[in-house]
């Protein structure tokens, strides 16, 4: 029932059309597993095995191109012969410094780095692990284009602060949405680390594939296939704050702790993976306990098959004290005595799935049919809110590939959300329908065009329905296997969040009322781009993109209100800017320099002003020597305009991390301080402290 469909010739044909072959390293000879195999122009694909070994079966009739890409070599391509073929053997040249090799979500099929008419950043699982990140939002910063502002992701400038209600990124796990049904918000606690395979950032409006939240970018976590070989790894985390003793709050120390234990095997010809972790942390400041939960469990059918289904179920607990301000600059890690003991307890459960019913050398037939389920309830002082959301929905992707240079997607998308609270007025039901097409066509050698189109429907019950079309237009120059040029035109939008339009609380001592009028926001941007290596150590990517950004939702006094505020449709926009990133092999495989840049020049129409809560200048580096010891720098700019607090002193931020690993006896060993040089300094929202300086150690087997 569950294997994939391979239409056209019978089995003793499709044996003789079967292209086998190994990969293995031009330096060594050793054997290449996990690298991928593809069939240009087709959505035809292999794996290859611990041995190198790769076979592609149903391969197109007369010559077509072999794609050859592995983590830490060039890519490679090659012309074969169908029915001459043989065994093909393809040697891969190591790369002297870590770059992107191949992508998803830009155009909902594999592609090569550079053939996207988009900015990607590509974070790899292996780069996530030597972070030594307990969670996501720990590394992402370190992504060229990624921005946070006091714990909520940006996106070249796209987000201010919100409060965790209306992301303006989509964020994707394994191309399933993961947005939380009433705040629309992104919990990086729920999402996966150990068996991160790469993460992918979609720079810039992608509504036109992706839908609503997706106007300032899309990340999508792709995780690992199931081990073939049993696997159990265990990680272990102890770390400790050390609070400068001008803000000492406590005579106790302040630490945080953390085990997870993660299998992977197979079962029959499924292949599984089971994930279970408990942390928790006294945090750096007053009434910041956290305590969470999570487990975690995929299943991939057939294990070998190179389009299988696969299903997963997330689940997350989380017991986490609220901080909102300081009590006083002199007191920043402290809280007002009224506020201690506040608390939310969030329950998130996920369950996805990746069905793969037809896939021909010329067609592909994908569905993703997914539950969203949260619950969260507030233990504050001054409210005990819950909201219960349950969001069922699916995504349907029908891919033809008529030739090799042309390739059409569409698809549709569909949703409905059930809500319950006690702090919605009215409680909402919503649906959210879309239809999208994308073709691509390789109009010579070396260009290649790309055009789209999507509607979506958004209508939440007894306010204003959407109806918006998203279309998009780009298109890559190949100069050489070197040097890729890109520009696009897009326009994004990004629906009401169920918070920003029904909310009626309240919170800290301000009242929030609902506006059923509230309408989505949309952008129109242009970028022009391109990715270079201008030699075999160095790698250069560089984007120069404008937004222009329509009805803008943010939080502002309600009209003849006092101390009363509602999510209103209040700004048109424009973000401009650079974000450019930086790969160098200074000393090949022993010394390296990761660093991005990204410059912001933003306006609000309505004032003139810069938008808030965003800087001029953002720049992060890395530098690594022999795998051994890293250091991380991050700097941003003063953000030039606030909201609640203008008058308070605000300064540029800049962040040093230490971090040191070693591998003895078969486990993993690191250690970090993060805040090294101990700076003071607020965390982008106005009275909220940064976090002092910590020391974690991590110990991390593998049997």
């Not at 293995?24 to 190198?52: H, K, M, N, W």
């Not at 010809?269 to 750096?284: K, P």
């Amino acid at each position: 029932m569950f294997a994939t469909f391979v239409a056209g010739a019978p089995l003793a044909a499709q044996a003789r059309d079967m292209v086998r072959g190994h990969v293995l390293d031009a330096e060594t000879s050793v054997p290449i597993a996990g690298a991928t195999v593809l069939v240009r122009g087709t959505p035809l694909r292999a794996t290859t095995l611990e041995d190198g070994r790769f076979a592609v079966s149903s391969a197109p009739e007369g010559a077509f191109t072999l794609v050859v890409i592995a983590q830490g070599f060039r890519t490679t391509e090659l012309e074969v012969q169908a029915g001459r073929a043989g065994d093909v053997r393809v040697m891969l040249q190591r790369q002297l410094f870590d770059a992107p090799e191949l992508t998803v979500t830009a155009s909902r099929a594999h592609a090569r780095a550079g053939e996207a008419p988009v900015s990607v950043a590509v974070m790899s699982g292996e780069e996530l692990l030597g972070r030594d990140a307990v969670t996501l939002d720990e590394a992402l910063p370190f992504a060229q284009g990624v921005i946070f502002n006091s714990g909520q992701m940006d996106i070249r400038g796209a987000t201010g602060l919100a409060r965790g209600v209306g992301s303006r990124v989509l964020m994707l796990l394994d191309g399933h949405r993961v947005l939380s049904g009433v705040g629309a918000s992104i919990d990086f606690s729920g999402l996966p680390v150990l068996d991160v395979d790469q993460i992918e950032i979609v720079k810039g409006p992608h509504s036109t594939l992706w839908g609503t939240n997706a106007l300032g970018g899309v990340v999508n976590v792709i995780t690992k296939r199931p081990s073939p070989e049993p696997e159990t790894i265990v990680r272990g985390y102890f770390g400790v704050f050390d609070t400068p003793a001008a803000w000492s709050f406590t005579d106790e120390s302040l630490s945080r702790e953390g085990v997870a234990l993660q299998h992977s095997r197979r079962l029959g010809d499924v292949g599984t993976t089971l994930f279970l972790g408990r942390e928790g942390s006294d945090g750096f400041r007053q009434n910041g306990e956290l305590s969470r939960t999570r487990m975690r469990l995929k299943a991939v059918f057939p294990a070998d098959s190179p389009n299988p289904w696969d299903i997963f179920i997330n689940w997350t607990r989380r017991d986490e004290e609220e901080f909102f301000t300081w009590l006083s600059a002199d007191r920043p890690l402290e809280v007002d005595p009224t506020e201690l003991g506040d608390w939310i307890r969030a329950d998130d459960l996920v369950v996805g799935m990746t069905a793969n019913p037809i896939v021909t050398p010329t067609s592909r037939l994908q569905l993703r049919p997914h539950i969203y389920h949260a619950r969260n309830q507030n233990f504050f002082h001054d409210n005990e809110d819950f909201h219960r959301s349950t969001r069922v929905g699916t995504d349907i992707q029908w891919s033809l590939f008529p030739n090799s240079s042309h390739a059409l997607t569409i698809g549709g998308e569909g949703a409905w959300t059930g809500v319950t609270s006690n702090f919605l007025d009215p409680t909402p039901d919503v649906t959210d329908l879309a239809v999208f097409m994308q073709d691509e066509v390789t109009l010579s050698d070396r260009v290649r065009g790309s055009v789209g189109l999507r509607l979506d429907y958004h209508d939440a019950s007894a306010a204003m329905e959407d109806l918006v079309l998203n279309p998009k237009l780009g298109f890559v120059f190949e100069a050489n296997d070197r040097l890729s040029l890109r520009t696009s035109l897009s326009r994004g939008y990004r629906a009401p969040s169920v918070s920003e339009q029904f909310t009626s609380t309240t919170q800290f001592g301000f009242r929030v009322v609902p506006n059923l009028e509230l309408r989505g926001e949309s952008a129109w941007a242009a970028e022009v781009g391109a990715t270079v290596e201008l030699s075999d150590r160095i790698w250069l990517d560089a984007g120069f993109f404008r937004s222009d950004y329509t009805d803008l939702i943010e939080p502002t006094p309600a009209p003849d209100q006092f101390f009363t505020f509602q999510f209103r449709n209040v700004a048109d926009a424009m973000v401009r800017g650079v974000d450019a990133g930086l790969r160098v092999g200074v000393i090949p495989r022993r010394l390296d320099l990761h660093a991005s840049y990204t410059f912001l020049d933003t306006e609000d129409h309505s004032t003139g002003r810069s938008l808030p809560y965003r800087s001029r200048h953002n720049v992060t580096a890395t530098v690594s020597g022999w795998r051994l010891v890293a250091v991380d720098f991050r700097h941003r700019s003063r953000v030039e305009q606030v909201l609640a607090f203008p008058l308070d002193d605000r300064e540029s931020i800049t962040l040093v991390d230490l971090r040191m690993r070693t591998r003895v006896l078969g486990t993993d060993i690191q250690a970090k301080i993060e805040n090294l040089f101990q700076a003071r300094y607020v965390d982008v929202q106005e009275r909220s402290p940064g976090q002092t300086r910590s020391f974690r150690l991590t110990v991390t087997p593998r049997f």
